[in-house]
Nanobody, 125 residues
Framework: QVQLVESGGGLVQAGGSLRLSCAIS????????TAWFRQAPGKERNFVAA????????YYADSVKGRFTISRDNAKNTVYLQMNSLKPEDTAVYYC??????????????????WGRGTQLTVSS
């Protein structure tokens, strides 16, 4: 079993930056492909970014390309989401998700069996 704990959310002004962290623990926790999703009130949970367990491959939603960067430090079993040039529409609960092999479909919540509880990001205009 894998446990995921997100942290780093908060309130930030538009144009600001914030970094989210996802601490991964459990059996071979560092060998999982990991993704960030977000869910705004009344909306579906949407893909934000993903990274393979090696860190060599990353994937982004069009809406965050050039603004967000996903990375990982396997020595610390932690995945990060650096968010720059934040916009009010980035406001959402951000979830970390993991899967044993990041391949094939990676953009749907159903592609990931392990989830954290989320961290709230609010971007004020």
């Amino acid at each position: 079993q894998v446990q995921l704990v997100e942290s780093g959310g908060g309130l930030v002004q538009a144009g600001g930056s914030l970094r989210l962290s996802c601490a991964i623990s459990g059996r071979t926790g560092s060998r999982y492909g990991t993704a960030w999703f977000r869910q705004a009130p009344g909306k579906e949970r949407n893909f934000v970014a993903a990274i393979t367990w090696t860190g060599y491959n990353t994937y982004y939603a069009d809406s965050v390309k050039g603004r967000f960067t996903i990375s990982r430090d396997n020595a610390k079993n932690t995945v990060y989401l650096q968010m720059n040039s934040l916009k009010p529409e980035d406001t959402a609960v951000y979830y970390c998700a993991a899967v044993e092999t990041l391949s094939g479909s990676i953009y749907r919540p159903d592609d990931y069996p392990f989830w954290g509880r989320g961290t709230q990001l609010t971007v004020s205009s």
